[in-house]
């Protein structure tokens, strides 16, 4: 089982950028696919990026252009750098671990998850 701790949520204004980041407790870190998701009130959890083992990265499209995912194996971290952000965007944010390795924006790929950290973006 891997421990995924998320941190950097908060509030900013439209237009704003934020970088979150991922903690992973694995020592296979850099075998696993991460990914990021988030969830609105009342809505279900949507797809927002991943990154495999080898560090393909594959986007939402609601996220597209704005977002970049990346990992550092070495520190056992993932990031999202949000850039652009608006009102839709907030969300809570997890990160999410996959152990087979490929990339995926499904949920029910992934078995570890994070417990969330919140993203509010003002108008």
């Known amino acids: 089982q891997v421990q995924l701790v998320e941190s950097g949520g908060g509030l900013v204004q439209a237009g704003g950028s934020l970088r979150l980041s991922c903690a992973a407790s694995v020592h296979t870190f850099s075998s696993y696919a991460m990914g990021w998701f988030r969830q609105a009130p009342g809505k279900e959890r949507e797809f927002a990026a991943t990154?495999?083992?080898?560090?393909?990265?594959s986007y939402g499209n609601s996220v597209k252009g704005r977002f970049t995912i990346s990992r550092d194996n070495a520190k056992n971290m993932v990031y999202l750098q949000m850039n652009s952000l608006k009102p839709e965007d907030t969300a809570v944010y997890y990160c999410?671990?996959?152990?087979?390795?490929?990339?995926?924006?499904?949920?029910?790929?992934?078995?570890?998850w994070g417990q969330g950290t919140q993203v509010t973006v003002s108008s």
């Open positions: 999410a671990a996959n152990s087979r390795g490929w990339a995926s924006g499904v949920v029910a790929d992934y078995a570890d």
């Open positions: 990154i495999n083992w080898g560090g393909a990265t």
